[in-house]
């Protein structure tokens, strides 16, 4: 049974749990090259994409409480829809995502610097907006790509989901260090049966 009563969390209370050492799993969304950037010491990384492709394989092994983190709060949100979905109630929110949690001056561990996923879209869809505008007074039709891509940004926003952040998730620069389901689920396992010992008179 869970022990906490709301559904999010803000950072200050995340941080007093994960002290206490009360049985938890702080699940990080984001891609392994934002992970790999800044993480929460103790976050598992499981990509958006690599949770929806084997939840039922991660939902077995997350009898735990289960607080999903990403940059600021979208990507988090569509997984804890995913994992409510597979029946896993035990699921919440970090208030604020990774943007919250630095703010408020709590430990993070850093490595390689690389942009965030929200920028590099804003970057690329800024970019192809600009060039097609530009060319399209040699070449009108140009302007049709500029009109795409505003009504493609549109409805990322309206749905709360960014086919373009799909795409550039996928590429070398964010997939960073290497990340499988087969070796997210046994450190998973693995943190599991360290916790059962744990708990052990």
């Known amino acids: 049974m869970s022990f906490f009563a709301a559904t999010s969390l803000a950072p200050a209370a995340l941080r007093e749990v994960m002290e206490s050492g009360k049985n938890l799993r702080v699940v990080d969304v984001r ?57 896993l109630v035990n699921v919440h929110l970090l208030d604020g995502g990774m943007i919250g949690w630095e703010a408020a001056g709590l430990p993070v561990n850093r490595g390689a610097q690389r942009w965030d996923l929200e920028r590099q879209v804003r970057l690329v869809a800024g970019s192809l907006v600009f060039g097609s505008v530009l060319v399209s007074v040699a070449m009108p039709k140009l302007k049709w790509l500029a009109a795409g891509i505003g009504g493609g940004l549109s409805f990322a926003a309206l749905s709360n989901t960014c086919a373009m952040g799909a795409v550039l998730s996928k590429l070398p620069y964010n997939r960073g260090a290497f990340c499988d389901a087969q070796s997210v689920v046994a450190q998973l396992v693995e943190a599991k049966a360290a916790t059962a010992q744990g708990d052990r008179p």
């Open 31 to 87: 891609t392994p090259g934002e992970f790999d950037t800044v993480h929460i010491p103790g976050a598992y990384n499981v990509p958006l994409d690599l949770l929806r492709e084997h939840r039922d394989e991660f939902c077995a092994h997350l009898d735990e409480d289960v607080v999903l983190v990403c940059r600021s709060g979208q990507r988090a949100t569509q997984a804890e829809e995913d994992l409510r979905a597979a029946g």
